[in-house]
């Protein structure tokens, strides 16, 4: 479990540690620290170069007998609400969150905006909704500083939180009595998009510009967004990073899980179970119920085949029924190396490799195992598996997303390559290096802090990937004067081409399909 739930945040820290983040610094000003919204009117902080509104609410408090509900429009407030501190964090398990000692609790549908100098509404700037990963499991809106973006990249950002977990995703029938089970977690992010949509502008925001981004869960999300119905006409432009869309369970599968879970809870009645779970307090309901394979482990989420998801991102993707919209998409070049890391630092090694392999893939693993040989990898078990895990979970799927939402509009495609990135320090003393896995390109778009700063060429870096994002949420393209070209993927002359991000100079590359053994996890559909 340590796994998922490190799924993203174990590279970041919480805006809290005042030491490096420049809002303590900054006073607050009666204006234009002030925004009217739709519920009342916020106080947010001025700082050099932007400004920043903390903890606004977009939902009621999911409580009582809306635990389980699709969320309610905030109230409204009377005067104006602090917002230069974030919100609570929805609760999540603790124990294993490198966001630790920020309080948490139910009352936490609420997002924080950050808007450049000059952004007003008689001169809106494009929008990024960022959605927060965390498998589902952990994570919070507040770890994400976009300073950057809006400084460098002159767009508006909106960091969102959502329920996580098993108030964010059980799936039991009895909760929902119309059949429309789970997904509450993504109806939150729906009531925040139609937030951004009715109070942006008032921020300097364009609301007919809207992209939404993501990682890892946050990506998943993203996928959701492009099939789910109430999304449709919220956004003009997505980008997803890291997003392992197929892991996504089924009605069945959800429905089952999550009547096991209420009868593990003491909920066993038929005709009480919705208001017995509802009256179990929030230290019991931590330990979320896990419905889908996701290498080694599993993870909780939304749930297809409901009225909210009818349709499995990835088969809608493959059938070519999403919009047409642009999408930005790509995944890391060694995904999975830091989980394995974490694996052998929290067990002092890693299993033999055969049994590390016979538990990720079941009945493939001996062909995986022989198509993924140690010798290949000089005999190291760390590297061997995380390159079977990263091909199979994270690098052939972001390659199948790529090539189905191609068929339908503008793709641009990238794999991050900063081999250097990065990591927290405790992953050194892995005897394998971690590379550019999971999560490591987020300090490059985001002040996360968390482990050594960039260097001068990663700072570097970091400028570009800041000015492709930027460029793609303001035009639906990361077309950027002075940086190299990142052609669109697919169209005539640039099949398969995608960006590699990396430092010194980026560059296009055309071999992501055979250098990550796609064509035999094509004909392994059972590999996970």
């Given at each position: 479990?340590v796994?998922?739930?490190?799924l ?21 000003e ?11 009117a ?20 999911p ?28 609760i ?27 952004a ?5 700037k ?7 990963g965390g498998?589902f ?32 995703f ?42 939404i ?29 890291s ?5 996504q ?6 429905q ?20 017995c ?8 309901l ?10 080694p ?6 749930v ?17 029924r ?22 052998y630092?929290k067990?002092g ?60 509009g ?10 250097t ?10 005897p394998?290096?971690?590379g ?18 960039l ?16 460029q ?5 393209t ?51």
């Open positions: 479990m796994l998922l739930l490190t993203v945040t174990v590279v970041a820290c919480s805006r809290s540690n005042t030491e490096s983040h420049p809002r303590t610094a900054a006073v607050a009666p204006e234009p620290a002030v925004v009217q919204t739709a519920g009342g916020v106080r947010g902080v001025v700082a050099p170069g932007y400004r920043v509104f903390d903890g606004i609410p977009y939902g009621a408090a409580v009582g007998a809306q635990r389980w509900q699709p969320p309610q429009p905030a109230p409204p407030w009377q005067g104006v609400r602090d917002a230069t501190k974030p919100g609570l964090r929805c999540q398990d603790t124990t294993n969150d490198p966001d630790y000692g920020r309080p948490t609790g139910e009352d936490c549908l609420n997002l924080n905006v950050w808007t450049p100098d000059g007003s509404p008689s001169h809106p494009p929008v990024m909704v960022w959605i927060h498998g499991l952990n994570g919070s809106a507040d770890i994400y500083d976009a300073r950057w973006l809006a400084t460098q990249g002159d767009i508006v950002v909106v960091t969102v939180n959502y329920r996580l977990g098993t108030l964010g059980l799936a039991h029938p009895a909760l929902s009595p119309d059949g429309d089970i789970g997904n509450y977690g993504l109806a939150d992010q729906q009531a925040a998009l139609r937030w951004v949509r009715d109070n942006i502008t008032e921020f300097g925001g364009d609301a007919t510009k809207v992209t981004a993501g990682e890892s869960a946050g990506a998943m999300s993203v996928c959701d967004h492009l099939v789910a119905p109430e999304s449709a006409g919220l956004f003009r432009a997505a980008i997803m990073q997003g392992p869309c197929e892991a369970a089924d009605r069945a599968t959800g089952q899980v999550s009547t096991d879970y209420a009868t593990t809870a003491g909920c066993t009645d038929p005709a009480a179970v919705a208001a779970l509802r009256a179990l307090p929030t230290e019991t931590q330990r979320a119920p896990l419905y889908v394979g996701f290498g482990d599993k993870l909780t989420g939304p297809t085949g409901t009225d909210r998801l009818p349709a499995d991102p990835m088969t809608a993707i493959a059938s070519n999403v919009p047409r919209l642009p999408v930005l998409v790509g995944s890391n070049g060694d995904e999975f190396a830091m989980f394995a890391a974490i694996q630092l067990d090694r890693l299993p033999p490799y055969p049994e590390l392999i016979a538990k990720t893939f079941g009945p493939d693993a001996a062909a995986v195992a022989e198509h993924y040989p140690l010798d290949r990898y000089g005999g190291s078990e760390g590297l061997a598996y995380s390159a079977a895990v990263t091909d199979s979970v994270f690098a052939c799927p972001a390659d199948r997303i790529a090539s189905g939402l191609a068929h339908t503008p793709v641009y495609a990238y794999e991050f390559n900063d081999r990135a990065p990591a927290p320090d405790p992953l050194r003393a892995a394998f290096p971690v550019a896995s999971h999560s490591l390109e987020l300090r490059y778009l985001f002040d996360v802090g968390g482990a050594r700063p260097d001068p060429a990663q700072r570097m870096l970091s400028d570009q990937m800041v000015a492709y994002w930027s793609f949420v303001k035009t639906g990361p077309e950027v004067t002075g940086l190299p070209d990142w052609p669109q993927f697919g169209a005539d002359g640039a099949a398969g081409k995608r960006m590699s991000l990396q430092t010194g100079e980026s560059t296009i590359t055309t071999d992501f399909s055979a250098r990550h053994q796609c064509p035999f996890w094509a004909g392994m559909k059972g590999a996970r």
